[in-house]
């Protein structure tokens, strides 16, 4: 979501409910993955009639964190 990437979580992951958006992309849909064959993933995609809204999320605030816990410093 960060990237501006769509998110397609599993419609059994509950915890994701709170953050679903399917008005504006990029989006974070559920889906049922036991039944891929009847998923449309056109219309999941398509975001013609949609607004872009940037992301609250950042990935650029952890990257000291991810170096420090990799050079153990």
Excluded: H, M
Aim: aromatic content about 20%; hydrophobic content about 35%.
């Amino acid at each position: 979501l960060a990237c501006g990437l769509d998110v397609w979580a599993s419609n059994k992951l509950i915890t994701v409910n709170r953050y679903l958006k399917t008005q504006s992309f990029p989006k974070i849909i559920q889906i049922d993955f036991e039944k891929l064959k009847d998923f449309d993933w056109q219309n999941a995609y398509d975001k013609s009639n949609y607004d872009y809204l940037a992301s609250p999320y950042f990935y650029e605030s952890v990257y000291s964190g991810i170096y420090s816990e990799i050079t153990n410093e």
